[in-house]
């Protein structure tokens, strides 16, 4: 009995002594760029399997922690996660300070802001695709971009021609004239090549997608009245950079692309090619086709000099050649005729050059100076029918900016030309020249730890359509953890062409000039607000959460109408083009699972007609899902996308449908082989309501609201001859 307690006594102490040997430890976490205080980051032992969530004042809370010595995690989304050895316990604070990091926007190096701020800090709400995304949507089309900017949230890639495939791009609701097209800042894919741009930039030799929703016309002038989307190109590192990507599908397109760079203290350089070839492609066996037969070409070379550690100089050029042609395949494969006579044939070359000088006049001020010019020749021959003429565009600017403590400031002016030139053997000579001389200056002010202002005002004079005044404002309001708030808006213009969507469509038979007197140029407002929220649910899955609320309104809208004698005319709508609604993007991760929802709700109403009807061709309810799985070895993706109802210019509804993909990849060491399911159940509009009406030698082609192409499958290889580093 004796040593029967003398055991349980032993026991109680044991205890009393283990309980005795540990303590209650406060673990401080803190961003090291500002020394700010994270909430919600995650602070978890291993050997314990003990976890916890750091508080308003950045503190996680730990009690009971035996004495001893521990390896402790520490991650928080947007920052370089910490592995570290604390001993339990210390004469020193726990105190612990993150870097900015990883893979979240908060590292991203921005351009369409002009300014060196990370995402985190700039009052402009910004969405980023960077180059991992980027190449996941090259595999999925690695001839043109037009995959990238589909699946984004609130973008609508309206197609306006089944024999050429003409394509623009809509944000929220509103036209493709709407949106301004940059590439490294220039803005070099308007008017005339509006239509075909989408078409002709090859994806592989971009870094990084920028796309602002919303007025933008304050830092890029007229045109950017629904948003902008600067397409950054990849530049040199002193490790060289080969990338060789081929591409096969089952409808007979074939794609190659080569991507080299490399740079030394002094100078640099990146080559880009593209070929790509496509047969004429009817998966409805209608006798017309879906895919017109293609051969296009892009090279884009550029040189870079460093004289200094402070001053960049680069020269770049962009060429393509793009043959397409379409319509009755008996006509395109073996030159019929009788009732066989319909095509739609589409020539276009594109050459561009920019060149930009960059320097750092001291610690806190730079200057840069960009000029570009572009051609663009076109030729587009339907029966009875010719449309040609080249245009030519220029773009310089020069700017000054500053940055200080608690601000940013940039001032600058530019100088955009544009001339148009039909062939002298057109009846009408709708030719066009439009002169923009404009100035701005825009800071970003520190207004307390929580609060960041942004304000910047254009003035723009064009020769024809005088000035316009841009004011616009952002707040930005973000927490020490993973809350922030913006709310903008600002004024937009966009002085009148006839290179229309409605124009594209009729092929811009018996459209007259426009009366550049008997025309107002386009005015717009817009106001956007959104909230923004991260966090981890666990150790190991993550959230985050972006609601977005927008309006925009636009006045003296261009309309295209119809006159006598069977011409058309421009004209500018008797009242307003309301767009408004809302876009939600949630993400998940887990590991190496990432899961991304999304809704768009896009509510865009034609005011100047009778009941303000919703405007054609823009579906109301948009939803998408992408799971996606990534390790070292391999990358798998499955998406499934929702298109709502929408309205025809009749009147009439379409059906909503829903379109699916998957994509597999497997990396090497020296590359990765791919197969991708692109839309596998074979939505396409032919199975709704038919893509070409009657008579076979005239035909009529109904608007187009639904893909076209149907299923795609397509399989490919990218070989990397200095390895596969990047993956991750």
């Not at 314990?48 to 922690?65: M, P, W």
């Not at 739609?344 to 070359?349: L, P, R």
């Not at 594109?350 to 020749?377: A, E, H, M, P, W």
């Not at 009408?428 to 825009?442: H, K």
Request: aromatic share 12%.
């Amino acid at each position: 009995m004796k040593k029967h307690m003398l055991s349980i006594l032993l026991t109680a102490f044991l205890c009393f002594l283990a309980k005795a040997q540990s303590t209650e430890i406060p673990i401080k976490i803190v961003s090291e760029a500002d020394n700010e205080p994270l909430m919600g980051a995650t602070v978890f032992f291993e050997a314990l399997e003990k976890g916890a969530v750091s508080d308003f004042d950045g503190i996680a809370h730990f009690t009971e922690i035996p004495y001893g010595q521990y390896v402790v995690s520490i991650s928080f989304i947007g920052f370089e996660t910490l592995e570290t050895t604390i001993k339990v316990p210390s004469d020193t604070d726990y105190a612990f300070y993150l870097k900015e990091g990883g893979h979240e926007l908060e590292e991203v190096v921005l351009q369409s802001t002009r300014s060196t701020r990370t995402v985190q800090k700039i009052p402009t709400r910004i969405e980023f695709i960077g180059v991992e995304e980027l190449g996941e949507k090259a595999i999925m089309n690695p001839t043109n971009i037009s995959m990238v900017l589909r699946e984004s949230t609130g973008i609508q890639m309206q197609q306006t021609s089944l024999s050429s495939g003409n394509t623009n791009i809509r944000i929220q609701g509103l036209d493709g004239r709407y949106t301004q097209l940059l590439r490294d800042g220039f803005p070099l894919y308007g008017g005339f090549s509006s239509g075909l741009s989408i078409l002709q930039i090859p994806p592989l030799d971009l870094q990084q997608f920028e796309i602002i929703k919303g007025s933008s016309s304050t830092l890029y002038g007229g045109g950017a009245i629904a948003g902008l989307v600067n397409m950054v190109s990849k530049t040199p590192n002193e490790e060289p950079t080969f990338d060789i990507m081929l591409t096969q599908t089952q409808a007979l397109g074939s794609t190659a692309n080569i991507f080299y760079s490399q740079r030394n203290k002094k100078f640099g350089f990146s080559l880009y090619g593209s070929g790509h070839y496509q047969k004429a492609y009817d998966p409805d066996d209608d006798e017309f086709s879906n895919l017109p037969k293609t051969t296009s070409i892009s090279f884009n070379p550029k040189v870079f000099y460093y004289p200094s550690d402070k001053t960049t100089i680069w020269f770049g050029l962009n060429g393509t050649y793009d043959d397409r042609i379409g319509g009755d395949i008996n006509k395109i494969e073996n030159g019929e005729n009788g009732i066989h006579q319909y095509t739609e044939e589409n020539n276009s070359k594109r050459l561009s050059g920019q060149l930009v000088y960059r320097t750092q006049l001291d610690t806190v001020s730079s200057l840069q100076f960009k000029n570009s010019v572009s051609f663009f020749d076109r030729n587009l021959i339907v029966p009875d029918l010719r449309f040609e003429g080249q245009q030519i565009n220029s773009f310089s600017e020069l700017t000054y900016a500053r940055t200080l403590d608690r601000s940013d400031w940039i001032t600058g002016a530019n100088l955009y030309t544009s001339s148009f030139v039909e062939n002298e053997d057109s009846p009408m000579q709708r030719n066009q020249r439009d002169i923009t001389l404009g100035a701005f200056a825009n800071t970003i002010f520190d207004l307390s730890e929580h609060w960041i202002l942004e304000t910047g005002l254009r003035a723009d004079y064009n020769t024809d359509f005088g000035f316009f005044p841009l004011p616009r404002v952002s707040l930005l309001y973000k927490t020490n953890g993973g809350f922030s708030s913006r709310i903008g808006g600002g004024l937009g213009y966009k002085i009148p062409d006839m290179f229309t969507e409605e124009a594209e469509y009729i092929n811009f038979e018996n459209v007259l000039a426009i009366d550049k007197s008997a025309t107002d140029a386009e005015r717009s407002y817009g106001i956007n607000f959104d909230v923004n929220y991260q966090t981890r649910i666990t150790d190991e899955v993550g959230f985050s959460m972006n609601q977005l609320f927008y309006v925009t309104a636009i006045h003296d809208a261009l309309l295209l109408n119809s006159v006598d004698n069977g011409f058309f005319k421009f004209e500018n709508a008797p009242d307003n083009i309301l767009s408004k609604g809302a876009e939600t993007n949630i993400k998940f991760t887990y590991k190496d699972f990432r899961w991304f929802l999304n809704y768009a709700l896009i509510d865009t109403k034609l005011n100047y007609l009778a009941g303000n009807p919703q405007k054609p061709l823009t579906a109301k309810h948009n939803a998408g899902s992408v799971l996606m799985y990534e390790s070292d070895t391999w990358r798998i993706g499955y998406e499934t996308y929702y298109t709502g109802k929408q309205f025809l210019s009749n009147g009439n509804k379409t059906t909503d449908f829903v379109t699916m993909g998957l994509l597999v990849m497997r990396n090497f060491k020296l590359g990765s082989v791919f197969v991708n399911f692109e839309n596998f159940t074979d939505r396409r509009q032919s199975r709704f309501s038919p893509l070409v009406l009657p008579p076979h030698e005239n035909p009529v082609f109904p608007e187009i609201y639904a893909p076209t192409d149907g299923f795609i499958f397509s399989v490919g290889l990218i070989i990397k001859p200095f390895g596969n580093e990047e993956h991750h």
